[in-house]
């Protein structure tokens, strides 16, 4: 299969998981309590070993220069800084949260910038190599379904209805096939390998600056330790997957 339909089936599987919101309807709220904070940890632990085992030594095989890449790396994580401050947007993990309706729509504005910039970073790694494409693929997948069943939650808590939430979820999460068929058509002209420690610097915001301080946040004593566990799972998971690939 080409690096093309490797892409589009990726971004169509990304935003095809905004729909996970749906599971919001069927779960009882105590059960969804309870599984979302293990979640996020999981995924901050997969972005930042995504980050830290796969895209930083992948750029250092592309011969990227090591201070360029630590630019790079500081520049992704900047610009995402800067379009969370801009929006005013903070990942809403938690169903219940108190969300009043005009923030939904930042969310929603916020999310589809977010899964362009994604979409554009994660077919660059694509382009480099097919199996650095599925790994980073997979750990922005872990980091989106925790994020997509708190959207959910907070555009019903909005005021939305609940097909109305589920529409503009996935129309937002349909922005990262954009970003990624961008990148692909761009990459005759240019060379795209920059973006991997730039989509790097974007990983370690999402993971280290979001998820990390919500999972801090609302952790009780008697999670603390469930939530550990997950983070270093997701950090085992990716470095595992580091192993076996070589």
């Known amino acids: 299969m080409t690096v093309y339909y490797w892409i589009l089936f990726s971004g169509i599987l990304m935003s095809a998981i905004a729909l996970v919101g749906s599971v919001t309807l069927v779960l009882k709220e105590q059960t969804l309590r309870r599984i979302l904070l293990p979640l996020v940890a999981f ?27 630590v630019a790079l790396l500081a520049l992704g994580f900047l610009v995402f800084f800067a379009l969370e401050q801009l929006l005013h947007w903070h990942h809403c993990h938690n169903a219940d949260a108190q969300c009043r309706k005009p923030l ?36 922005a997948a872990a980091h989106e379904i925790p994020q997509e069943l708190g959207d959910f939650g907070v555009l019903v808590h909005g005021g ?9 979820n996935v129309l937002s999460a349909s922005t990262f096939l954009l970003g ?8 005759f002209t240019y060379d795209l390998s920059w973006l991997i420690p730039f989509a790097a610097g974007n990983f370690l915001y ?41």
């Open 160 to 168: 939305w209805s609940r097909k109305k939430a589920l529409l503009f």
């Open 206 to 246: 999402i993971g280290a600056s979001d998820l990390v301080p919500e999972v801090n946040k609302h952790a009780e004593s008697s999670s603390n330790f469930i939530s550990f566990a997950a983070f270093a799972a997701g950090l085992a998971l990716l470095f595992g997957v580091k192993l076996m690939l070589g």
């Open 43 to 69: 995924s901050a632990g997969s972005l930042i070993g995504g980050a830290l085992f796969h895209m930083l030594p992948a750029a250092a095989t592309e011969g990227i220069p090591l201070l360029t890449s």
């Open 104 to 139: 939904t729509y930042l969310i929603l504005l916020g999310d589809g910038l977010h899964n362009f910039l994604g979409g554009l970073a994660i077919a660059g790694t694509f382009l480099i190599d097919i199996r650095l494409g599925l790994v980073s693929w997979l750990a």
């Open 180 to 187: 990624g068929l961008v990148t692909y058509f761009f990459s």
